[in-house]
């Protein structure tokens, strides 16, 4: 699985908790006409097609990211680049898997 600690005991739902505990930052990764119709309440939009743009920005922020979209296809695909760049990172999978997760 992209994002999760190799060898955890921890449950992806535990992991991204713990995550969110220490300020993880949260990314909606669809386009930004999928977010205007809807996303999670502090998300920040960095479509898959703009996130190597954002790597730099997002390593000064030193948080970890919890990524999503619809179906967690593309979240994987940017945690893994999020990951392979040194990055705390965890894909939440679709919106409703983390909307889940947080209540």
Request: glycine share 12%.
């Amino acid at each position: 699985m992209f994002g999760f600690k190799i060898g955890s005991n921890n449950s992806k739902t535990e992991q991204i908790k713990e995550a969110l505990a220490s300020g993880a930052l949260i990314i909606d990764v669809r386009t930004p006409g999928e977010f205007d119709a809807g996303h999670i309440e502090g998300a920040m939009n960095i479509p898959l097609d703009q996130i190597d743009f954002m790597v730099n920005k997002l390593k000064k922020r030193g948080q970890p990211i919890i990524g999503y979209c619809q179906t967690g296809r593309r979240s994987g695909l940017v945690v893994d680049r999020l990951s392979r760049s040194g990055l705390e990172a965890y894909n939440a999978g679709g919106m409703d898997e983390l909307l889940a997760i947080l209540n």
